[in-house]
């Protein structure tokens, strides 16, 4: 009966952990007009499609939110933003959204210099031999709940299971 009980209290703990963990805040991301962007407090409105990326330099990476882009209408019907950050500058952002057609009311893409945001995400990690491991990520958040995450050395590329959570989570 003990074992049972300390069960119990062992899984309501991580239960409020990790309730408790999705509700943080994260610094802010910078959009491509100079306004500063709270993922969390944004998803409290309009469900979120965070995605830290590695820069414009990474060719998988662009693909990635080409792929977001060719997905545009059903974003928009499903009420969806996506705001993809890097450490990339504001300036080389607006190349990048001019480059791609990105539509801004569906698509952000953003600043992160220093990686703060990263950092907060845990895809920007300070190693301890003093080098840096940078890791691609991508989180739904809806009304401050984060409905899914991946982390991975590699850029999240099923677009398609994306949509339909986002579906199944607002219909």
């Known amino acids: 009966m003990r074992f049972v009980i300390g069960l119990i209290i062992s899984l309501t703990l991580c239960v409020a952990a990790e309730a408790q963990q999705r509700l943080t805040s994260l610094p802010p991301v910078v959009d491509t007009a100079g306004r500063s962007i709270d993922v969390i407090a944004l998803s409290d409105s309009i469900p979120v499609v965070a995605i830290r990326f590695l820069g414009a330099m990474c060719t998988h990476c662009m693909q990635q939110l080409a792929l977001f882009q060719e997905h545009t209408e059903q974003l928009r019907s499903l009420k969806t933003v996506v705001v993809a950050f890097s450490d990339n500058e504001v300036e080389k952002c607006r ?30 990690i300070a190693e301890r031999n003093g080098s840096v491991t940078e890791l691609h990520g991508i989180r739904i958040v809806i009304k401050r709940d984060v409905v899914f995450e991946h982390y991975s050395t590699t850029p999240y590329m099923d677009v398609q299971n994306i949509l339909a959570i986002l579906s199944r989570r607002t219909h």
């Open 95 to 124: 190349e990048v959204t001019q480059q791609y057609a990105f539509s801004n009311d569906v698509f952000l893409l953003c600043s992160d210099t220093g990686n703060t945001c990263s950092k907060a995400l845990g895809t920007t």
